[in-house]
């Protein structure tokens, strides 16, 4: 009986330390809130996801997409674009950024004689 409240204490940590993954219904909310604020930061037109998002470490809290779109000024007629959107889990908040070099590898080095 002495150790009673000690287990009651021991018993609500180990309660209160759990940890739950989150549940589909959950993920697809973020889902679509990942891609309703990337699409409204994008500066492409029509933007739309490019692939699957890349989930970073709860440490960092961002989620990455690609968008694709097209260019909407007139100089330059409809190219396509590509965009990179980190979008901040905890705030809701997305940023972009001109992202068309993905697929484009890097220029050779110059050497010099």
């Known amino acids: 009986m ?22 589909p219904s959950a993920w697809s909310a973020h889902d679509r809130a990942l891609l309703a604020k990337c699409q409204q930061a994008s500066h492409l037109k ?17 989620t990455a997409l690609l968008l694709k779109g097209s260019y909407p000024q007139a100089f330059m007629h409809n190219q396509s674009g590509t965009e990179l959107c ?26 010099k004689p």
Request: hydrophobic content about 40%; overall charge positive.
């Open 2 to 23: 002495k150790h009673y409240p000690l287990l009651l204490i021991t018993l609500g940590l180990a309660l209160s330390t759990t940890t739950q993954a989150a549940t």
């Open 46 to 62: 029509n933007p739309r996801a490019a692939g699957t998002p890349a989930l970073f470490d709860d440490s960092l809290g961002y």
């Open 86 to 111: 980190l979008f901040h889990r905890a705030s809701q908040k997305a940023v972009v950024t001109e992202w068309d070099g993905v697929t484009t590898p890097p220029a050779a080095p110059v050497r």
